[in-house]
């Protein structure tokens, strides 16, 4: 997937935070930044963040 405007973050795991992370690779994306992205992403609806998010901004809008 290719983004017009990308903002690359380096992030540090340790041995052990990569082997639970290395688990879901082809569910949850092929590659490191695939499968972070989308754990990060999954994180975020599972708290309801980005549906708040969402509905904050259309409020804003009217």
């Known amino acids: 997937m290719r ?3 990308v903002k690359r973050v380096q992030v540090t795991f340790s041995q052990d935070q990569w ?3 290395e688990k879901f690779r ?3 994306g092929n590659d490191d930044a695939e499968i972070v992205r989308n754990i990060i992403l999954a994180w975020l609806a599972e708290k309801s963040i980005i549906s708040s998010n969402v509905r904050s901004k259309e ?4």
């Open 3 to 5: 983004y017009k405007n």
């Open 26 to 28: 082809g569910i949850m």
């Open 59 to 62: 409020g804003e809008k009217r």
């Open 19 to 21: 082997k639970l992370l």
